[in-house]
């Protein structure tokens, strides 16, 4: 089977820090995969060496068969992958509305882009409506999000990444500060997104979450691969849990 | 019939117009110019040359004129985006004095001297352009594009990472409020039959800054209404005499005090047309 | 007649060091453009011309202009700037510009917009030195620049106030969360700015015999391009870099024409901005602003 996302051997090095060292994984398509390990352990970086935020130092990412490892972030995410932030970021002055419209992709030609959105692109407009519903967003429709509790400005994020219309969604830390009716709420969106064949990549440290979510699990630890399996061979690996827990022997 | 007197401030604040859209359009995209005047000489400079050395009707003259801005709109735009916020400003500045100053030794437009013989236009002519343009941007505004630019003006790493390609928004915003400057300085040219370097200098660049500023810099009417002020506010000061220019210095600052985005918003403009919805 | 020309050029460059330190100030603790430096400038000019004509000593008539200067500066701080502080940069700005617009209306009402003529004894003396001779009023403003920058980089890098500066420029919220007041040292660096300006003006009446409401333009904006050339974190930068633009421009128009000069200085400066963005003397990589 070929994998959706393949990473071969990346490393990210900054001035002499080793954030990444010959991390090789893979995301298949129509899964669920988790990347989760202490804090600091490159989790982030690992997430924008793939969307070209950073470029790798060392090692290839390949994308639907594509090597994009030198690609502009725009022209990665344009093949297909979409992300949410740690920390959010919606765009300051735009109501939810908007943010369900600027990212989509290109369809056709330039006049589309030019011409005023509401008769010019009404397949844009349409799947606008579409994200606006299924994140039950509609009551917030001409809000400036930035303005919208914590949870629905997770919301807006999370929908205005689909209206990209992704292969593969990569989602940083989604469920922190959510209680767990969200938290739940969330994991049967993305089982059902899942079903409906998009891929998910996933940063966590909710462990029961991620436990009962995802199909493979990544462990990162200072910047280094320590373990890869589903999560039950995870969660009973001993490096894993001296990794989390620290060791508990003396030297 | 109005009077010249009044149909010549009419035409000055269709010019002044098209001068806030090119800053307004740029700005849009987050970048700041400090330098449309430079377009604005550029625009002049071509269009006159088109009528008074190969006597070209005006309209072939204009659009022409805009071409050529848009392309070194663009050329600007590229080095433009290593620098950020003020740096850029500030380079757009010094673009806008080079400009100013080619024009001061280039003898085939006149040089010091300045340029004359354009033939004259009127001021629906100018008007015609000025509304075309305003319409031409209250559309885009609606339009995806816009979107985008407003996404690199509020996050520019965010938008790269929903697939935005923020190289070519910023440069082509540099571009189109390139040719707008440009428009804007063919019409100047060919309303005042006399143009000299001095005319498109800083003065004129932080005049555009200072109406899109004034008038509502998040809205393209907010030029129109920008204009209207740096025109018209003056007139109505003449009865202070000699203070006049001091009470519009104060002016200016009390209005940025109270209200710093402008005049117009988004907020505002639908409130006046009873609007609840975009 | 080179040399002569280089004497020039260190004498208008030295000018230019001056307003480009005031911009400087500003710029790097507060990241706009006082765009009523070149104003103030133009004001410190005008204040010492109205003492050196009243047979005011030149050096009191040099600290009288500075301190009149350092308080237009601290007004403007108050009234353009502290309101607006977190607003996006180009509202301060244009708040500054309101300001240049009343200060020059101010003067020009006060003193008339002809040049006004200062009694020429002070500036027949000149000093032979070898093939060139040196006016005594060069040497002068050349002096002064020289100490003032002295003065400034003695403040910045030694003086506690000078830390703060240095703090709040590098980053203002944490020089905050280490108990540093970044409101008191924007007034600070208003009106060391302000002084610096005033300086100039005083400098600039005694050399060039004359002036007018309307010499801050084209000098303010010169200044900026120094101030770029230099280097915003520098205080050096602006010492070497107003005496390299002086010469550029005394040397341009001697031998390419007056009209040439703003392509030269200006020329220099977008290449300084592409080529190393931080200055000549800068350190830290400075192309990277807020959004105005």
């Not at chain 2, 400090?34 to 604005?40: A, D, S, T």
């Not at chain 3, 000593?57 to 009234?79: C, F, R």
């Not at chain 3, 020059?104 to 070898?130: A, H, K, M, Y």
Request: aromatic share 8%; net charge neutral; glycine share 12%.
């Amino acid at each position: 089977m070929t994998h959706l996302l393949t990473l071969d051997n990346v490393s990210k090095i900054f001035g002499g820090i080793r954030a990444l060292s010959n991390v090789s994984l893979s995301v298949p398509p129509d899964r669920i995969v988790g990347v989760i390990g202490p804090n600091g352990a490159g989790k982030t970086t690992l997430f924008n060496v793939i969307t070209g935020a950073y470029r790798a130092t060392e090692g290839n990412v390949v994308f639907d068969g594509k090597e994009m490892t030198q690609w502009p972030s725009h022209r990665i995410m344009r093949a297909g992958i979409a992300r949410t932030f740690q920390n959010i970021r919606l765009f300051g002055s735009m109501t939810v509305w908007e943010h369900l419209l600027v990212a989509q992709p290109h369809q056709g030609n330039m006049l589309r882009l030019v011409l005023p959105a509401r008769f010019a692109d009404p397949v844009a407009w349409r799947r606008a409506e579409e994200a606006l519903d299924i994140f039950g967003l509609g009551a917030y429709r001409d809000t400036v999000a930035r303005t919208l509790s914590y949870g629905l400005q997770r919301k807006v994020e999370m929908a205005r990444a689909l209206t990209t219309g992704p292969k593969l969604l990569m989602l940083d830390e989604p469920v922190a500060g959510m209680n767990h009716d969200e938290a739940e709420e969330l994991r049967l969106l993305l089982l059902r997104l899942q079903g409906q064949g998009l891929s998910i990549l996933l940063i966590e440290h909710d462990m029961p979450f991620v436990m009962r979510l995802c199909h493979q699990l990544y462990v990162l630890n200072f910047g280094s691969l320590l373990a890869e399996g589903t999560p039950a061979e995870v969660r009973s690996n001993p490096a894993v849990l001296d990794a989390y827990l620290g060791s508990e022997t003396a030297c | 019939m109005i009077s010249t007197y009044y149909a010549g401030l009419f035409a000055d604040v269709g010019i002044l117009t098209l001068g806030a859209l090119s800053v307004y359009i740029i700005l849009a995209t987050g970048q700041l110019s400090l330098g449309n005047g430079g377009f604005m000489g550029i625009g002049a400079y071509v269009a006159s040359y088109l009528t008074v050395a190969l006597h070209w009707p005006v309209t072939p003259a204009l659009l022409v004129a805009g071409l050529v801005a848009a392309v070194v709109g663009v050329i600007v735009g590229f080095p433009a985006l290593r620098l950020k916020g003020i740096y850029l400003a500030i380079a757009t500045l010094g673009f806008g004095e080079m400009v100013r100053s080619f024009f001061l030794v280039f003898e085939p437009t006149g040089g010091s001297g300045g340029y004359r013989g354009m033939p004259h236009i009127s001021i629906s002519y100018i008007w015609v352009w000025a509304g075309a343009i305003v319409l031409l941007v209250l559309a885009l505004e609606r339009s995806r594009l816009w979107l985008e630019m407003r996404a690199v003006h509020d996050d520019e790493t965010a938008a790269n990472l929903v697939g935005l390609n923020t190289t070519v928004i910023k440069i082509g915003a540099f571009g189109l409020g390139a040719a707008v400057a440009a428009i804007c300085g063919g019409l100047f040219a060919h309303q005042y039959v006399y143009i000299e370097p001095g005319n498109f200098g800083f003065d004129r660049s932080i005049d555009f800054v200072l109406a899109i500023i004034l008038g509502g810099s998040t809205v393209g009417l907010g030029a129109l209404v920008g204009a209207l002020l740096l025109v018209l506010v003056p007139e109505w000061l003449r009865f202070l005499v000699d203070w006049r220019l001091a009470a519009f210095g104060v002016l200016l600052i009390l209005v940025l005090l109270t209200r710093r985005q402008g005049i117009l918003d988004r907020t505002l403009i639908m409130r006046l047309t009873f609007r609840k919805t975009a | 007649m080179l040399l002569q020309q280089l004497v020039n050029g260190l004498t208008l460059g030295a000018v230019y060091t001056l307003i480009a330190l005031s911009f400087s100030l500003v710029m790097g603790v507060l990241s706009i453009l006082n765009l009523a430096i070149g104003e103030v400038f133009m004001l410190g000019g005008y204040l010492g011309f109205a003492l050196l004509a009243a047979h005011v000593p030149l050096a009191i008539a040099l600290l009288g202009g500075m301190v009149s200067t350092a308080v237009v500066s601290i007004v403007i701080e108050k009234v353009a700037y502290q309101p607006l502080r977190d607003a996006p940069l180009i509202t301060p700005m244009l708040s500054t510009l309101g300001c240049s617009i009343i200060l020059q209306n101010l003067v020009t009402n006060l003193w008339g917009s002809d040049p006004l003529q200062l009694p020429s004894e002070l500036f027949d003396r000149r000093i032979p030195l070898g093939p060139i001779s040196i006016g005594l009023m060069q040497l002068v403003i050349i002096g002064v620049a020289v100490v003032l920058v002295a003065l400034v980089a003695f403040l910045v890098k030694k003086t506690s106030a000078g830390r703060a500066l240095r703090a709040v420029a590098e980053n203002r919220d944490v020089a905050r969360l280490l108990g540093v007041s970044p409101q008191r040292v924007t007034l600070l660096a208003f009106a060391i700015s302000g002084a610096l300006a005033g300086a100039g003006g005083v400098l600039v009446s005694l050399h060039y015999a004359a002036i007018t409401p309307y010499v801050g333009v084209d000098i303010g904006l010169k200044a900026i391009a120094v101030m770029v050339i230099g280097g915003t974190t520098n205080v050096w930068g602006a010492l070497l870099a107003g005496p390299l633009i002086g010469i550029a421009e005394v040397l341009t128009i001697a031998y390419g024409g007056s009209q040439a000069r703003d392509l030269v200085v200006y020329g220099l400066m977008i290449l300084i901005l592409l080529l190393r963005p931080q200055g000549l003397l800068g350190g830290a990589r400075s192309d990277v602003g807020q959004r105005v």
